[in-house]
């Protein structure tokens, strides 16, 4: 087949932050699909057909995006951050995996982006410089319960941890049991980064010890870096260092 797939990320925000991977690739494409939002910050151009949809329809973009592809086109599926975290390159491996055996014969390329736990903690200095998770803190495709077994164990084996989609006007309760249930388990006054639109004109950090957290620190734009009982805080004029020795 001459139709190819590219799954693409366009990193935190800022258009200096996506690669020269991507762009290449985004030049070349007869087709870019993804969310609202991320498609609209791709250019407009002659040639190039943009097909944006809503945010809870993940499978049905990726299979329009292999049909595409099964054309002919050259399609770019876009996420924000990288493709392969909380995005859509496992919502396309599983529209193939269930699809048409054809679309097994595709070209499927995944190009990485800077996700947004990553370019918070470069913002903050390095909380995630030892081992640490990331969790999704939406219950759209999980249960809540297996949310809160994760968190748990994530305190437990005590990682620095980056979460996700932390408060929707939808379901703003969900952070608020978040928070509830780290207070409760971690027992300390380890450091929380509300980091929001980083790399953009809106970018906010601030740095709160968890007892002072409250759930209207966060939205869905943005990330929330929890430190490990070991991260450390060096104050300073202005916004203070946070960092996780790695001989932690």
């Given at each position: 087949?001459?139709?190819?797939?590219?799954?693409?990320?366009?990193?935190?925000?800022a258009e200096a932050l996506v690669t020269p991977e991507v762009r290449a690739a985004l030049d070349q494409a007869t087709?870019?699909?993804?969310?609202?939002?991320?498609?609209?910050?791709?250019?407009?151009?002659p040639g190039l057909v943009k097909h944006a949809s809503d945010n809870r329809v993940e499978l049905d973009r990726a299979?329009?995006?292999?049909?595409?592809?099964?054309?002919?086109?050259?399609?770019?599926?876009?996420?924000?951050?990288?493709?392969?975290?909380?995005?859509?390159?496992?919502?396309?491996?599983?529209?193939?995996?269930?699809?048409?055996?054809?679309?097994?014969?595709?070209?499927?390329?995944?190009?990485?982006?800077?996700?947004?736990?990553?370019?918070?903690?470069?913002?903050?200095?390095?909380?995630?410089?030892?081992?640490?998770?990331?969790?999704?803190?939406?219950?759209?495709?999980?249960?809540?319960?297996?949310?809160?077994?994760?968190?748990?164990?994530?305190?437990?084996?005590?990682?620095?941890?980056?979460?996700?989609?932390?408060?929707?006007?939808?379901?703003?309760?969900?952070?608020?049991?978040?928070?509830?249930?780290?207070?409760?388990?971690?027992?300390?006054?380890?450091?929380?980064?509300?980091?929001?639109?980083?790399?953009?004109?809106?970018?906010?950090?601030?740095?709160?010890?968890?007892?002072?957290?409250?759930?209207?620190?966060?939205?869905?734009?943005?990330?929330?870096?929890?430190?490990?009982?070991?991260?450390?805080?060096?104050?300073?004029?202005?916004?203070?260092?946070?960092?996780?020795?790695?001989?932690?």
């Amino acid at each position: 087949m001459t139709g190819r797939v590219v799954v693409a990320g366009l990193g935190p925000g800022a258009e200096a932050l996506v690669t020269p991977e991507v762009r290449a690739a985004l030049d070349q494409a007869t087709d870019v699909i993804g969310y609202i939002p991320y498609v609209a910050r791709v250019a407009d151009r002659p040639g190039l057909v943009k097909h944006a949809s809503d945010n809870r329809v993940e499978l049905d973009r990726a299979r329009h995006a292999l049909a595409l592809a099964g054309q002919g086109r050259r399609v770019v599926v876009v996420s924000s951050g990288d493709p392969g975290v909380f995005a859509m390159a496992s919502a396309l491996f599983e529209a193939v995996e269930a699809g048409p055996p054809a679309w097994r014969d595709l070209r499927i390329e995944v190009l990485p982006g800077i996700t947004a736990m990553l370019a918070a903690a470069a913002r903050a200095g390095a909380p995630l410089g030892h081992d640490f998770c990331a969790i999704n803190l939406s219950d759209n495709l999980k249960p809540w319960a297996l949310i809160e077994k994760r968190l748990r164990l994530a305190v437990e084996a005590d990682f620095a941890m980056a979460l996700y989609n932390p408060r929707s006007k939808a379901r703003p309760e969900g952070f608020v049991r978040a928070l509830d249930l780290l207070r409760e388990t971690c027992k300390d006054a380890r450091p929380v980064i509300f980091a929001r639109a980083v790399s953009t004109p809106e970018e906010a950090l601030r740095v709160v010890p968890l007892p002072e957290c409250r759930p209207e620190m966060a939205d869905m734009r943005t990330v929330v870096l929890v430190g490990s009982s070991r991260t450390r805080v060096i104050a300073r004029e202005g916004a203070p260092y946070v960092f996780t020795p790695r001989s932690a």
